[in-house]
């Protein structure tokens, strides 16, 4: 699972993410190295720009018969994982810098994560905690736990939906500032 998110709005931005997503196709982990992947994607978007653009980026990869997950945060937003059994959300905070800006960045292992029956992985753009009142306020990284700790027990896009509401709510339907991505993992 990847997700990225290039920095500005309109063509160029959009031509970047593009290019990503070609060479995550192309280049797509066959082992369970997600840092070496990373290096590389990494290697790619610095030489396709010129410092004045980059690409925040999570790659995950999941083992579906054991429920573990590798994730390694290219300077994206952090992850929250959502612990069933003891109700408590942990934030996986970025491994390094946006891809694009240091072309010989070397990201880190990453410890693996183990997920347990019922457990969550969310990933997130920036939209979503940068959703704002009229007053300025925006809603935010912990109103998000708030929102992942009340909605737990909805399946699939209806949590997506529930938090995606929330935002909505704070910010009186107030237009968006920012492209808004929620992807969610969970372990049966």
């Given at each position: 699972?990847?997700?990225?998110?290039?920095?500005?709005?309109?063509?160029?931005?959009?031509?970047?993410?593009?290019?990503?997503?070609?060479?995550?196709?192309?280049?797509?982990p066959?082992?369970?190295?997600?840092?070496?992947?990373?290096?590389?994607?990494?290697?790619?978007?610095?030489?396709?720009?010129?410092?004045?653009?980059?690409?925040?980026?999570?790659?995950?990869?999941?083992?579906?018969?054991?429920?573990?997950?590798k994730?390694?945060?290219?300077?994206?937003?952090?992850?929250?994982?959502?612990?069933?059994?003891?109700k408590?959300?942990?934030?996986?905070k970025?491994?390094?810098?946006?891809?694009?800006?240091?072309?010989?960045f070397?990201?880190?292992?990453?410890?693996?994560?183990?997920?347990?029956?019922?457990?969550?992985?969310?990933?997130y753009?920036?939209?979503?905690?940068?959703?704002?009142?009229?007053?300025?306020?925006?809603?935010?990284?912990?109103?998000?736990?708030?929102?992942?700790?009340?909605h737990?027990?909805?399946?699939?896009?209806?949590?997506?939906?529930?938090?995606?509401?929330?935002?909505?709510?704070?910010?009186?339907?107030?237009?968006?500032?920012?492209?808004?991505?929620?992807?969610?993992?969970?372990?049966?």
């Open positions: 699972v990847m997700l990225g998110d290039a920095t500005g709005h309109g063509l160029g931005p959009a031509l970047l993410i593009a290019s990503c997503r070609a060479y995550v196709r192309a280049d797509l066959q082992n369970s190295d997600i840092a070496g992947f990373m290096n590389r994607l990494n290697t790619r978007v610095a030489n396709d720009t010129d410092g004045s653009r980059l690409v925040t980026f999570v790659g995950t990869l999941l083992d579906e018969q054991t429920g573990q997950v994730l390694v945060s290219a300077g994206h937003c952090p992850a929250l994982l959502f612990r069933a059994a003891s408590i959300v942990e934030q996986i970025a491994h390094g810098v946006p891809l694009g800006v240091m072309n010989e070397e990201y880190p292992d990453p410890k693996p994560i183990q997920l347990q029956s019922g457990d969550r992985l969310l990933v753009t920036d939209g979503i905690i940068e959703a704002k009142r009229a007053d300025g306020a925006m809603f935010g990284a912990d109103r998000l736990t708030l929102a992942v700790l009340r737990f027990k909805l399946e699939g896009q209806a949590f997506v939906e529930a938090l995606y509401q929330e935002a909505m709510d704070f910010s009186n339907n107030a237009a968006l500032q920012d492209d808004l991505t929620l992807l969610s993992i969970r372990r049966l």
